[in-house]
């Protein structure tokens, strides 16, 4: 004869099932992101890069002197040395050779100018477009945290008002029961819903947490060209800002590119579990906005979007700090060196 399972284990078994379901919003931590360390196991994540940018230093860093040489700046500042070199030995009159050389002086670094304002252009015109959709990202965001939150709300309110009812009833009929004896098994026939349907609605909100999903849109985004999906002109990188973020730091040349880093910091990022894995088509084309996913959009996936958003745009306006850098360095304040803890290095210039 087989033992029968009571109904509070049931209850408790089924509990735990539907708060453990993984679903597109909340997947479970597997290893497919590609990563080392797996996915979705940093509570507490740290800054992806660092410039390595020090103001009390000489020289410059050597992500400083990288980007100098993809924006093609290094050799104008090359000249720009040389040229301030050449100035300072003329001694005496004024002469036709010190007027030319000024002269070239001028033009050299109104070309230094151009280029670094061009570069910090370059980078506000891409985090222009990731706050942008940050902001309308955030305010579906709210929206649809919003609606959860009543949906859950309305759903506690009644489970506290039919148990509140059930139990009165139930009570109400156990008042006569020591003269009438059969109103004890309503009593009873009352009181179990009473316990069941608050228990029912509390496995219920856990289903509710995640929020409603809809059909996720086709617009994409500027995490689009980070995982190979279809850009428009909207969406597109500046040609320094792609450059940047796709070379191995300077600092660091055994790590992976800046990208890849930044990749494999989200998919081990337990903030955000709706990315999980960096090659799976059905998260991405949902992140990215590239392909319609029937209950793709929902809290869990516009969290991740929101988040990776907010990096990229942090890891984009480092680029600044470089930026000034080699603003000084065109101002004489550093010099074209690579800094190193124990000496300078000279690079190209001395």
């Known amino acids: 004869m087989q033992k029968r399972t009571p109904l509070a284990v049931l209850m408790i078994a089924t509990l735990l099932s539907v708060g453990s379901q993984p679903t597109l919003s909340q997947p479970a931590a597997t290893n497919n992101g590609g990563t080392d360390q797996g996915a979705n196991i940093e509570y507490f994540p740290k800054q992806i890069l660092k410039t390595g940018v020090s103001l009390a230093t000489l020289g410059l860093s050597p992500n400083t002197l990288q980007l100098s040489n993809s924006i093609e700046l290094t050799p104008v500042l090359q000249r720009i040395q040389a040229l301030r070199n050449q100035i300072s030995n003329f001694t005496g009159p004024q002469t036709f050779e010190s007027l030319i050389a000024r002269q070239d002086l001028s033009e050299a670094t109104q070309k230094a100018t151009l280029i670094i304002q061009e570069t910090d252009l370059d980078t506000d015109f891409a985090i222009a477009e990731i706050e942008a959709e940050h902001q309308v990202y955030e305010e579906i965001l709210a929206t649809f945290a919003n609606d959860r939150d009543k949906t859950v709300a309305r759903t506690n309110a009644a489970s506290f008002i039919s148990n509140g009812v059930l139990w009165a009833v139930a009570e109400a009929l156990t008042i006569p029961s020591f003269k009438n004896a059969k109103f004890a098994i309503p009593s009873g026939v009352v009181g179990i819903p009473a316990g069941i349907v608050p228990s029912i609605a509390s496995m219920w909100t856990l289903r509710q947490i995640n929020g409603k999903r809809k059909?996720?849109?086709?617009?994409?985004?500027?995490?689009?060209?980070?995982?190979?999906?279809?850009?428009?002109?909207?969406?597109?990188?500046?040609?320094?800002?792609?450059?940047?973020?796709?070379?191995?730091?300077?600092?660091?040349?055994?790590?992976?590119?800046?990208?890849?880093?930044?990749?494999?910091?989200?998919?081990?990022?337990?903030?955000?579990?709706?990315?999980?894995?960096?090659?799976?088509?059905?998260?991405?084309?949902?992140?990215?906005?590239?392909?319609?996913?029937?209950?793709?959009?929902?809290?869990?996936?516009?969290?991740?979007?929101?988040?990776?958003?907010?990096?990229?745009?942090?890891?984009?306006?480092?680029?600044?700090?470089?930026?000034?850098?080699?603003?000084?360095?065109?101002?004489?304040?550093?010099?074209?060196?690579?800094?190193?803890?124990?000496?300078?290095?000279?690079?190209?210039?001395?």
């Not at 995490?223 to 597109?236: D, H, R, V, W």
């Not at 992140?287 to 907010?310: E, F, W, Y």
């Not at 990096?311 to 060196?337: F, N, P, S, V, Y």
Request: charge should be positive; include cysteine; hydrophobic fraction near 40%.
């Open 215 to 350: 059909l996720s849109e086709v617009e994409p985004n500027m995490l689009a060209k980070l995982f190979g999906y279809p850009t428009t002109t909207e969406i597109e990188y500046p040609q320094p800002v792609w450059t940047y973020l796709n070379q191995v730091p300077a600092d660091d040349p055994k790590a992976k590119k800046r990208l890849d880093q930044l990749i494999d910091r989200w998919v081990a990022d337990a903030n955000m579990p709706a990315f999980s894995d960096k090659t799976s088509k059905r998260q991405l084309d949902v992140l990215t906005a590239s392909v319609a996913q029937r209950k793709g959009l929902s809290i869990g996936t516009l969290t991740a979007r929101t988040v990776m958003l907010r990096q990229l745009h942090a890891e984009i306006l480092k680029m600044k700090r470089l930026l000034l850098e080699l603003t000084m360095c065109l101002q004489g304040e550093k010099q074209l060196t690579v800094s190193e803890p124990s000496n300078l290095s000279p690079i190209g210039l001395r």
